[in-house]
């Protein structure tokens, strides 16, 4: 596939699975969303409450750059492969699955996360370029059953190497789409009310949070199919599974 027919596939994934993805990021979401949005509105009734509040936001932050946002990714990347490879898949059984790779996708994104910032000082270049490198390191981790931080980064590398051009325009558009709809929306409702409005400030939190929710699936499916079409490319992916779909056939007729 081209860059635009993945982008294309992509956002129609995304709308004929809606539900699916909504569900999986929704279930984790939600709770801390209300944690962050909670926070104003106690704060501006009673500074005790608020304290509390802001206290229990801080660590629902916390606790989602922690579990909810590695759980969720990992989620979204088994629900999309599924569904690529024509199975069946509920939101729950992608969250159960995807909730044994929580530490190895937390440790293996902290580590990358550190290159890529180290690239980033080394003017921008090469952290572009580690960016685009490491992109596919989830779907390394999640669909080929690897813990191996170090074989996991290099894997990414390989399946990337050569093709960092489709890689980087397709990221570009997902990533401006989530910019775009996660913020015009509460730039908008802080600009009607004002900046120091209380209404204001948490209806944007509010619309922040509910846009970040129905944006963020995106990234994973078009990570998920920049995988499969890299490892089709480089390795004759679906010649691999059209064997496996034979042999099971054949096991059958015996």
Known sequence: MTAGMILDRSFRIYVQNFALMIGLTAMVHVP?????????????????????????????VLLGLIIVTPLVTGAATKAVSEKFLGNEVTAL????????????????????????????????VPGILWTLSYSLIVPVAVLENSSNRTVIRHRSWQLVKGNRGKVFIVMLVVVLTQILLGGSGSLFIQLSYGPESQVGEILAGIVSGIAGMLTYPLQAIAVTLLYYDLRIRKEGFDLEMLSRAIVGSDSQHD
């Open 32 to 60: 801390i969303l209300m944690l962050t949005v909670g926070a104003p509105i106690l704060r501006y009734s009673s500074d005790i409450l608020g304290g509390l509040a802001s206290l229990f936001a801080a660590l629902g």
């Open 93 to 124: 059984s992608a969250l159960k699955f995807a909730w044994n790779y929580v530490w190895t996708l937390l440790l293996i994104q902290l580590v990358v996360g550190l290159i890529v910032f180290g690239g980033f000082l080394l003017l921008i």
